[in-house]
């Protein structure tokens, strides 16, 4: 019922709507709307009551609610519903628990994390209000070897998303979004399944949208850094949000409906920024040399060793 009103408010911005008509409306009660607004101004809207005219949203707060980025919304299912945390220990975690009885395309989303991770149990930094910290809860039918397709899907539709905003930033295969060499986004990719059935996917993203330099210390300072820093200005994060979400489900459902990778691999292709470069294969403790020819048809790498061995490869860490 709140986010009905937000929206009934959001649809009203230039004028006043009354008590009565929201009531009329939606069956409420004057009080329960009164109660309503007053939740909502808690949460950081402010709204204008006057008596005899009624409400006037003036301004929203910085929040990836629903009913903040539901305007930005053009997708079917990702996204539509939204679990949304002030904080929480890890948005990957949340989304597993909750992933059984959700449907696909459910988001848990939250302004900060305190216990954020990356790949290879790395930690992820995830400052309040400063970035998207989200993970996407998917179930589809597909061979569970093909999954690793999904986090190239989530790294091409960042990297449109941001073009969307004139934003010109690159993937390093398979899954981080850079800018000028440095870390802008990460994406986890946790499954469950059975040997040829998946129970759901997590693909969580995350964004460094609006950190400042002071919130990469030490090491981070030389591999990560956030779109604010390097565009010189702050972004819209419900925005990008919802561009991130079109795109990806644009890119999803031919994949997981006709098997058709096409888009993406074009995309992956053309914003690559380890074609054509020497790069070091870690596995492990193991690293071996050796240049980047492509991305095949099946989103892998193909690496050319230098002593007549070329081999494709699934997924790794790479470093250029
Ligand atoms: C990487 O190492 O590059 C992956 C980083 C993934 C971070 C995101 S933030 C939202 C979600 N929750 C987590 O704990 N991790 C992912």
Not at 134 to 140: D, E, F, G, Q
Not at 142 to 167: C, N, R, Y
Not at 292 to 310: A, M, P, R, S, T
Request: charge should be neutral; glycine fraction near 10%.
């Amino acid at each position: 019922m709140k986010d009905k009103i937000l929206i009934l408010l959001k649809e009203n911005r230039d004028g006043f709507i009354s008590g009565e008509k929201i009531s009329d409306k939606f069956g409420v009660s004057r009080s329960a709307i009164w109660k309503y607004m007053n939740t909502l101004k808690e949460e950081g809207y402010e709204i204008e009551s006057i008596p005899r005219k009624g409400y006037r949203l003036i301004s929203s707060p910085d929040t990836l609610t629903y009913g903040e980025v539901e305007e930005y919304l053009e997708t079917k299912f990702i996204g539509r519903k939204i679990y949304y945390f002030d904080t929480i220990d890890s948005t990957n975690i949340k989304a597993k628990e909750l992933a059984y009885k959700e449907d696909e395309g459910t988001l848990v989303i939250a302004e900060e994390q305190t216990l954020g991770r990356g790949r290879l149990g790395r930690t992820w930094i995830s400052p309040k209000k400063k970035g998207i910290w989200m993970s996407i809860i998917l179930k589809p039918s597909i061979d569970p070897m093909k999954v690793a397709k999904i986090t190239q899907i989530g790294a091409a539709a960042i990297a449109l998303a941001l073009e969307d905003l004139g934003i010109e930033a690159f993937i390093k295969w398979p899954n981080d979004i850079v800018m000028n060499g440095k870390k802008v986004c990460g994406i986890l990719t946790e499954m469950s399944c059975e040997l040829n059935m998946i129970n759901y996917v997590i693909m969580g993203v995350g964004i460094n949208v609006n950190l400042g330099s002071e919130d990469f210390s030490g090491e981070v300072s030389n591999v990560g850094t956030s779109l604010k820093i390097q565009s010189g200005k702050v972004i819209d994060r419900k925005k990008l949000l919802g561009l991130f979400l079109n795109r990806f489900e644009e890119l999803y459902i031919p994949f997981v409906g006709k098997d058709d990778f096409f888009e993406t691999l074009k995309v992956c292709r053309e914003k690559s920024i380890l074609i054509g470069k020497e790069v070091r294969i870690i596995r492990g403790k193991d690293e071996e040399k050796g240049k980047v020819l492509g991305i095949n048809d099946d989103g892998e790498l193909i690496i050319d060793y230098g002593n007549g061995k070329i081999e494709n490869v699934l997924s790794g860490e790479v470093s250029v």
